[in-house]
Structure formats: C-alpha cells, structure tokens
C-alpha cells in the first residue's frame, strides 16, 4: 500500500492549511458554537468557492473534482487539526456518498448543491433503540396514494438544526433489524420552522457542535422523496458509516497532532524549580508514549482511508481497526495533555481543552472501541 501523496495532493495540504491558519480563528468558531448560528456560513462559502474542497470528493458531472480516499485524507485531518465545526463529513463524506450511490435527478441536484456550498445535509439514522446498529430500524414509511408517510423517531442527528435538507432512513418493509426493507428518503427541512408532521429538539454537543432529536408523526412526503430503490439503502449505508468512519479517524488523527504539539511546547516554556517541565526525564517519557499513540493513529488512518475501495468486509475490518486505535489515542493522548497542562488544560482560553472535547466525542462518534472490536471479532471469525 502506497502512503506517499502525489504533488497534487500536497499542493491540496498545503492550501487548506493554509487557508485555516489565515481564515479559521479557534475564538470566533467557538462563539459562533456557543451563542450564534452553531457555525460560520462564510467559512463554508470559502470551502466551496476558494479552496474547492467541497467538491473533492464528487464525480465531474456534478462539478466536483473526482477526488478519492486519499484527498478525503488530506482534508479531514486538516480540518481536524484546526478543530472545524462546519458539518464536512455529515454533509460531504456521509450524506455525499449517499446521494452519489442513490442517483437519480433529485440525487443529482443536491449534490451539485453541496459542490457550490448552498446545500447543508443531515441523515436521519440514529434511533432510541438502535445503540449504533443502523440497521434497527422502527421509523415506518407507507405509501399513501401519490404520497410517503413517515411515522418515528431519529436521536443525535448531527448537524440538523444547521441543515437545509434531510436524508431520513425508514423501513418500508422487513423486520426491526434486517437489512432488506430500509429505505432513504429526502425532506427539504428548516429546524427554527420543520415542516408539518415534524418535531424538533435542537442542542449543543459537550464539543459544540449542534445536534437535534427528531419525531416524525404522519410526514408526508412526495413520491419522488424516495432515493433508490424502495427497501435496497442497507449496502449503500453499511459503505457510508465505514466512509464516515474513516473520515472521523483522519479528522481525529489531525486533533492528536495539534493536542501533541501544543503540549511539547507548553512544556518546554512552563518551568518549575526554576527549569522547564519539559527538561524532566518523567515528562518527557510521558510526551514520547503520546507520540508513539499519535503514529499509531496515522498508520491506522491510512489503513482505514486506503482500505475504503476494498470488498466490503476487509473495509470494515479495516475501518473498524482504525477506529479502535482513534479511540485509544484519543484518550491516551488528550488525559495526558490536560494533566500535562495543568488546571490550565480545561479552561476557555486553552485551546488543548477544546480539542480535548472532540476527542472525547470522537471516541463514541460512529461507534464506540467496544463496539468496532465486536465487529472486527465477527468479521474475522
């Protein structure tokens, strides 16, 4: 397996760095989190119109630039290590794919939406029961003449009450966990005014992004609300979560690398009994096993990303791998970055304290350790 970038794709790295380093102010995101709109609209703008990076991913006939796993690579983990909160993998990696694999007109256009940043997607998938298995589930689409009814209940929809357009999973045939029966559908949605049938609950996350409960109660939908074929989405979404996965692994991957670096330095400036803390032999042993976790995580990254045009079962072993050695990393790597800190680790002004957050969500996000080691066991055995 090839890990080298090409010139374009350092050239890629290199831009968005960039265009974070200049554009994307850790105090102003986190006011636009807390007591704003939950995001930068003008950042999302610059991502489709200045860098382009919306599109990276999507084939030519939608205005995107037929990028693969290896730009998704270059611009998850750079969103990571500037602690983006605009909603990149709900709307482009998960929904994205999702949209690119239904087809279909309506699929179509909406993908030629995200490209030119007008369009913000969330899907709808997460439900009460479900504890991270996609496929429980309760929500029920009938038919009813021309129309679709939906009728049940969807948890922790990321990104939602930023939306503009919702993909919603829903059983149109089948049991509570098969994987024939589960259909997609697309509803054209605001939070602050939901269409009728519609019950939302928006709120922020512990790492400040926003997220919605939702209760559908006789939505009525048109017939071409349904993408796909009606109860064949399961293999398109069993790709999307490991698509998704892969890219929060890449986006955790560049938070370990600005946690690490922030701590090194601390480190070598805070001094005690007269000397830095870094000149310590302790310290700097704990500073190396952060390190050695950190390249853990890339190596996994990699296997993960690389690993997503592979048959379907050695990708979600490689997925499910990356995402336990994230988790791991994440903890290992942020505890040990706020205790190196100091009482200065948790606070406002800090920025390892906020990192410290998306890495904790991180470890739940698409499944948690416990979970991905069940599945890598049952696809291994």
């Known amino acids: ?3 080298s970038l090409t010139e374009e794709q350092e050239m ?3 831009t968005v760095a960039k265009f974070l380093a200049s554009r994307y102010n850790l105090a102003d995101s986190r006011a636009a989190a807390k007591t704003g709109p939950g995001w930068q609209p003008e950042i999302w703008r610059g991502f489709a119109e200045e860098l382009g990076i919306l599109g990276a991913t999507f084939p030519e006939k939608v205005g995107g630039l037929d990028g693969g796993p290896a730009e998704l690579l270059v611009i998850t983990e750079a969103l990571g290590y500037a602690l983006v909160i605009e909603p990149y993998v709900e709307t482009v ?7 690119q694999r239904a087809g279909g007109e309506r699929a179509d256009a909406l993908s030629e939406a995200i490209v030119v940043g007008d369009a913000v997607v969330a899907l709808a998938a997460e439900e009460p029961t479900s504890a991270g298995d996609w496929r ?4 029920t689409a009938r038919r009813d003449g021309a129309e679709w009814v939906l009728d049940g209940t969807k948890i922790v929809v990321s990104a939602a009450p930023i939306a503009n357009q919702l993909l919603i999973t829903a059983r149109t045939a089948g049991g509570e966990r098969d994987t024939e029966g589960i259909s997609l559908f697309l509803l054209d949605f605001d939070a602050s005014a939901p269409p009728a049938g519609v019950t939302v609950h928006s709120y922020r996350t512990i790492d400040d992004r926003r997220a919605a409960d939702l209760s559908f109660d006789g939505l009525r939908l048109p017939a071409d609300a349904l993408l796909g074929a009606a109860g064949a989405a399961w293999e398109s979404l069993d790709r999307g979560i490991d698509e998704a996965t892969a890219a929060v692994v ?19 400036q805070r001094k005690q009994f007269g000397v830095p803390i870094g000149s310590f032999q302790a310290l700097q042993h704990r500073m190396v096993d952060m390190f050695m976790e950190v390249e853990q995580a890339v190596a996994a990254q990699y296997l993960a990303l690389l690993s997503l045009d592979a048959e379907p079962a050695r990708r979600a072993r490689a997925v499910s791998a990356a995402k336990v050695t994230l988790a791991r990393a994440a903890r290992f790597v942020g505890q040990n970055a706020v205790q190196l800190h100091g009482a200065m680790g948790m606070t406002e002004e800090l920025a390892v304290g906020h990192y410290f957050k998306r890495l904790t969500a991180l470890e739940q996000e698409f499944g948690s350790a416990d979970q991905h080691r069940a599945r890598y066991v049952a696809l291994a055995g």
Do not use: H, I, P
């Open 250 to 268: 890449s986006e955790g991957v560049g938070c370990l690398r600005r946690v690490l670096a922030d701590t090194v330095e601390y480190a070598k």
């Open 1 to 3: 397996m090839d890990f």
């Open 136 to 139: 429980d589930v309760r929500t």
């Open 93 to 99: 990696v998960l929904a994205g794919g999702l949209l």
């Open 12 to 14: 890629l790295r290199d």
